[in-house]
């Protein structure tokens, strides 16, 4: 029977799936471990079933045992993951694509009406208890005729378009290559960010964090939005230098924002929690049981195929 260290506590009917495949090492307790903790809870294992809380640099995969063939992320984003060292150390990496899209999608687009209707400034005014209506109250930015510019037009880029253009919002996208026309459904393709950003009056960014996509917005390409704009982030917090977003949300040039991810998570950046028109959430984007039980299901069917055929659908490296 194979073994297989899963890093952080599933949903109990997840647990029990893996209890009846594998000897199974759960972590009950739900503790993060520190590196040197996974690389000796590891030994012996031929699995690893981690979350984006895990780090698993290319230290870490270094010392792992070569026991160790498999590292299914319970994710679609692998930025936690050295995938580059786990292919030298012959391990597969896996993430969950699809499952979580739909969820994700739903939260990007609660970050956008979050941001643009002001939704933390309206919550604290209601539960101060000391809001009276008035013609120019908490007046906020309508989505509807307005251009929705998305960067990275992947699986969730794409189901954020879809959503954006129900509320009547205009679609423009930059990704690594045009879709086929027939995909686009109707989405204008830019083929640099400049171009894109300059007629974004709200940025939804789904891209993968990579090196070229790092602080992907920073002084000088905020520079390129119109003024008045919102930036929104349901993917990955490394995309955005903080200093400069915040900066320019103080200069009035970007008018709100909303995140649902951040550099360092859990931390968060301490610019962004005094300033009014921030909507913030504690990386939500899978947050759902459907979701979470599906996305738990593909980290394990990854393990198993990789088992039994010396390869995976899903594998990323
Ligand atoms: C969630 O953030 C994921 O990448 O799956």
């Known amino acids: 029977m194979k073994k297989i260290l899963v890093t952080?506590?599933?949903?109990?009917?997840?647990?029990?799936?893996?209890?009846?495949?594998?000897?199974?090492?759960l972590n009950s307790n739900d503790e993060i471990y520190p590196q040197n903790k996974l690389?000796?809870?590891?030994?012996?294992?031929?699995?690893?079933?981690?979350?984006?809380?895990?780090?698993?640099?290319?230290?870490?995969?270094n010392q792992l045992s070569d026991s160790i063939k498999i590292i299914?992320?319970?994710?679609?984003?692998?930025?936690?993951?050295?995938?580059?060292?786990?292919?030298e150390n012959n391990i597969v990496v896996t993430n969950t694509p699809d499952v979580l899209t739909n969820a994700t999608a739903e939260i990007a687009m609660l970050l956008i009406l979050g941001a643009a209707r002001r939704a933390s400034e309206a919550i604290k005014w209601v539960k101060n208890k000391n809001w009276k209506w008035s013609v120019d109250f908490l007046m906020g930015?309508?989505?509807?005729?307005?251009?929705?510019?998305?960067?990275?037009?992947?699986?969730?880029?794409?189901?954020?378009?879809?959503?954006?253009?129900?509320?009547?919002?205009?679609?423009?996208?930059?990704?690594?290559?045009?879709?086929k026309?027939?995909?686009?459904?109707?989405?204008?393709?830019?083929?640099?960010?400049?171009?894109?950003?300059?007629?974004s009056d709200i940025l939804s960014i789904n891209c993968p964090a990579t090196k070229e996509t790092k602080?992907?917005?920073?002084?000088?390409?905020?520079?390129?939005?119109?003024?008045?704009?919102?930036?929104?982030?349901?993917?990955?917090?490394?995309?955005?230098?903080?200093?400069?977003?915040?900066?320019?949300?103080?200069?009035?040039k970007i008018y709100a924002i909303g995140l649902d991810?951040?550099?360092?998570?859990?931390?968060?950046?301490?610019?962004?929690l005094n300033q009014k028109n921030v909507f913030i959430l504690p990386h939500l984007g899978s947050a759902t049981k459907k979701t979470r039980t599906a996305m738990a299901n593909l980290a394990i069917d990854n393990i198993v195929e990789f088992f039994d055929k010396g390869n995976c659908t899903n594998r990323v490296n």
Not at 183 to 199: D, M, P, R, T
Not at 235 to 251: H, K, P, S, W, Y
Not at 261 to 272: A, F, H, L, M, S
Request: hydrophobic share 40%.
């Open 72 to 87: 299914s992320n319970f994710a679609v984003g692998i930025g936690n993951i050295d995938t580059k060292a786990a292919r």
């Open 39 to 61: 690389i000796e809870l590891s030994k012996g294992c031929d699995g690893i079933l981690c979350s984006i809380t895990d780090k698993i640099d290319e230290k870490t995969i």
């Open 8 to 25: 952080r506590r599933l949903l109990k009917s997840n647990e029990e799936r893996i209890s009846k495949i594998w000897e199974a090492k």
């Open 141 to 179: 930015k309508q989505l509807y005729e307005s251009r929705l510019g998305i960067l990275g037009m992947g699986r969730i880029g794409g189901a954020v378009a879809k959503r954006a253009k129900a509320f009547g919002m205009k679609i423009h996208y930059h990704n690594r290559s045009k879709l």
């Open 215 to 252: 602080n992907i917005i920073n002084k000088e390409t905020l520079d390129f939005f119109p003024a008045g704009a919102i930036i929104t982030n349901s993917a990955r917090g490394e995309m955005i230098d903080d200093e400069a977003l915040v900066q320019a949300l103080i200069n009035k």
């Open 261 to 272: 991810v951040y550099n360092g998570e859990p931390n968060i950046y301490p610019g962004y």
């Open 181 to 199: 026309s027939s995909l686009e459904e109707g989405a204008i393709y830019h083929n640099n960010i400049k171009s894109l950003f300059s007629v």
